[in-house]
């Protein structure tokens, strides 16, 4: 493999459980909070950047969203940009599939996926890049931002990746975040100058840790349908 995909891993579990304000004591439902707190590894939520263009404003976008889902306790987290990842433009699917990539979305419990609206489209390279693996996304929560210079803030490519993330077998969840007119968002250096998007990323990040929490519990206590 050439570069390494992953361009960004920031632990943000830090061992330290929140005061529940209950009752201290043995058999208490506060120790039994904090004991499953303690024993849970960290979910682990990737963001991917979608789009390899070159002046892309996207960038200034993931990098954002990628900074507000590193503050989560008990999140572990990546800034995967699809820029990097090796592809070849003569295959298609499996059968490029990446090694260091395809491990990532094995362990990950959710997906971030940072998209600008192309002629009312996602980038090929983005399908390009998910088409690499197919089981490592069952049953896992996706959650979509959309980016775009107009006012509707890509709402128009989200609508167009649910079909997509429905066949790779991915729950999207009901959160997204509208990023119109992106130039406004942030200054020249990247950074936000609109703060009620942190508002909204962490209404996004919320529902997403709640997806992905409840369908990592399902994947690992619930059996599957069998095949017939």
Not at 73 to 95: F, H, S, W, Y
Not at 115 to 143: S, T
Request: glycine share 10%; hydrophobic share 40%.
């Amino acid at each position: 493999m050439g570069s390494n995909p992953i361009i960004g891993k920031f632990r943000g579990y830090d061992g330290q459980v929140a005061d529940c304000g209950l009752q201290q004591g043995e058999g208490s439902i506060s120790d039994n909070i904090d004991m499953s707190a303690k024993m849970e590894r960290p979910l682990v939520i990737p963001v991917i950047l979608g789009t390899a263009r070159q002046g892309r404003q996207s960038e200034n976008v993931a990098r954002f969203v990628f900074a507000q889902t590193k503050k989560r306790v008990n999140v572990e987290t990546e800034l995967i940009d699809v820029r990097e990842l090796p592809m070849r433009l003569d295959d298609a699917g499996e059968q490029m599939k990446d090694a260091a990539f395809s491990a990532t979305i094995e362990r990950c419990d959710g997906i971030i996926l940072v998209v600008p609206e192309y002629n009312h489209g996602y980038p090929g390279l983005l399908k390009h890049a998910l088409d690499m693996n197919l089981k490592e996304y069952i049953h896992k929560a996706v959650g979509i931002c959309g980016v775009s210079a107009g006012l509707f803030g890509g709402a128009r490519v989200i609508e167009g990746l649910l079909p997509v993330m429905r066949e790779l077998g991915l729950v999207t969840i009901f959160e997204d975040v509208n990023f119109g007119k992106v130039e406004t968002v942030f200054d020249e250096q990247g950074n936000l100058l609109d703060q009620s998007y942190v508002r909204r990323v962490d209404k996004f990040l919320n529902e997403l840790i709640w997806m992905a929490r409840v369908l990592r519990h399902g994947r690992k206590t619930i059996a599957g349908v069998p095949e017939e």
